[in-house]
């Protein structure tokens, strides 16, 4: 079974932004910009904005946390995203999600400038996407897609099943796929049978943000399986949505967890903070 190294990929992916970033510097006299909020306490989101934050200085982003409480009036942080927006030293605007209940998500993305979003998580790019005109793609699923090419894994015309349907994950990796020529099943909370129709996958990529869900039974053999979730039990062990210790000598290739796709969503989101800047020079 091949383990699919995410580190390994990620670090291919920091020595090519490095450069894009040396290049950009010396094109603009400045670095490229990334704004990253953080409403509230989440430790996990706390966690996710202290790596990005090493990632950028890695490879030479220049970041700008900002920390709003939990409490503060919803204002400040709709605010800030519309004064970031005119701020030409940011290039890009991450608001760390979940955010506390008082804050509405949807008005956020709504308020990011689509040409200041590394994420590729406004409505409008979004949309480019589903249009086949992508100008910035989803974080996640655009890094399992460069760990797919980095092992020569080939798409086209085998059967994907995506497990999950969320936005920022189960969407977009379902659309990407499709755009590789692969044949694509969607399934979700409602889907019947779950483990017969993952059972027939050739690339399986599970994101359902339940822990260990899908096991060997659920698994076809030579599968390729991607495990996009990401838990912290009370046991500190961290660990995905599949339970990866049933698939050696039975799948052909696997992410682990943590070192699959965690790193890459991060070197994707460096990626595509520079390719927003170099739409300003
Ligand atoms: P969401 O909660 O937004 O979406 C979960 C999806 O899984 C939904 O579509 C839901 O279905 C489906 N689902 C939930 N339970 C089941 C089930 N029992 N059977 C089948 N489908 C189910 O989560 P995200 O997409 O944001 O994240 C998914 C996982 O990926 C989480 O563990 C998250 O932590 C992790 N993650 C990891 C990242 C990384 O970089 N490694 C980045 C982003 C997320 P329905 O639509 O019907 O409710």
């Not at 129709?197 to 399986?204: E, F, K, Q, S, V």
Request: net charge positive.
């Amino acid at each position: 079974m091949t383990l699919l190294d995410g580190k390994k990929v990620a670090e291919h992916w920091r020595e090519l932004t490095k450069k894009r970033v040396q290049a950009f510097v010396k094109k603009a006299g400045k670095p490229p910009g990334l704004a990253v909020i953080l409403v509230g306490e989440d430790p996990a989101s706390k966690v996710y904005v202290r790596n990005k934050k090493l990632e950028c200085e890695q490879v030479g982003i220049r970041s700008f946390q900002h920390n709003i409480e939990s409490f503060a009036p919803v204002e400040s942080l709709y605010d800030l995203i519309r004064k970031l927006n005119l701020d030409s030293n940011i290039h890009g605007i991450l608001v760390q999600l979940p955010l506390p209940d008082a804050f509405d998500k949807n008005k956020v993305l709504s308020l990011i400038s689509p040409f200041k979003d590394p994420d590729g998580m406004t409505y409008e790019n979004l949309g480019y996407s589903w249009a086949g005109q992508s100008r910035v793609k989803s974080c996640t699923p655009q890094g399992v897609m460069e760990i797919l090419k980095y092992y020569k894994i080939p798409v086209a015309g085998k059967h994907a099943v995506v497990v999950g349907r969320s936005n920022i994950v189960g969407k977009p990796m379902a659309l990407y796929l499709m755009e590789a020529d692969a044949t694509v099943t969607v399934c979700h909370s409602k889907t019947k049978n779950l483990e017969e129709i993952t059972a027939t996958a050739d690339i399986l990529v599970v994101a359902v943000g339940q822990p260990k869900l899908i096991g060997k039974a659920g698994v076809k053999k030579g599968a390729v399986v991607i495990d996009v979730g990401m838990h912290r039990p009370a046991d500190g062990n961290l660990c995905g949505d599949v339970k990866f210790e049933e698939l050696e000598g039975w799948a052909s290739a696997v992410t682990p967890v943590p070192g699959g796709v965690g790193p890459m969503t991060i070197a994707m989101l460096m990626k595509n903070t520079v390719d927003l800047a170099e739409l300003t020079v």
